[in-house]
């Protein structure tokens, strides 16, 4: 069974930064591009960043572009989500998901299109 945990969420204040990651187990992780989407409450669940299986490709929603940074580490299994300049509008739960494309297109992060997904951290960004 494919595992995708998310941990590094929290409480910050606007304007502070926050590291959340993704590990995965039971995949072979370079087939896999890797993808961060969040959900708000009351709203439903957006595209936040991806990054190809080999990490040479990367894309974000307009909303984070300049203060968010994906990556990933394949000997680690592991993807990244550096975010900073935090603001009461990234408050969300953020999930990490796992898709066989190869992340070299944007259109490769459809959330309908994701094979796996985590269960979430949830991020709290105070005014």
């Known amino acids: 069974q494919v595992w995708l945990v998310e941990s590094g969420g929290g409480l910050v204040q606007a304007g502070d930064s926050l590291r959340v990651s993704c590990a995965g187990s039971?995949?072979?992780?370079?087939?896999?591009?890797m993808g961060w989407f969040r959900q708000a409450p009351g709203k439903e669940r957006e595209f936040v960043a991806g990054?190809?299986?080999?990490?040479?490709?990367?894309y974000y929603a307009d909303s984070v572009k300049g203060r968010f940074t994906i990556s990933r580490d394949n000997a680690k299994n592991t993807v990244y989500l550096q975010m900073n300049s935090l603001k009461p509008e990234d408050t969300a739960v953020y999930y990490c998901a796992a898709t066989r494309r190869t992340g070299y297109s944007y259109s490769d992060y459809d959330v309908d299109g994701m094979d796996y997904w985590g269960k979430g951290t949830l991020v709290t960004v105070s005014s």
């Open positions: 990054i190809s299986w080999n990490g040479v490709r990367r």
């Open positions: 039971q995949l072979t992780f370079t087939s896999y591009a």
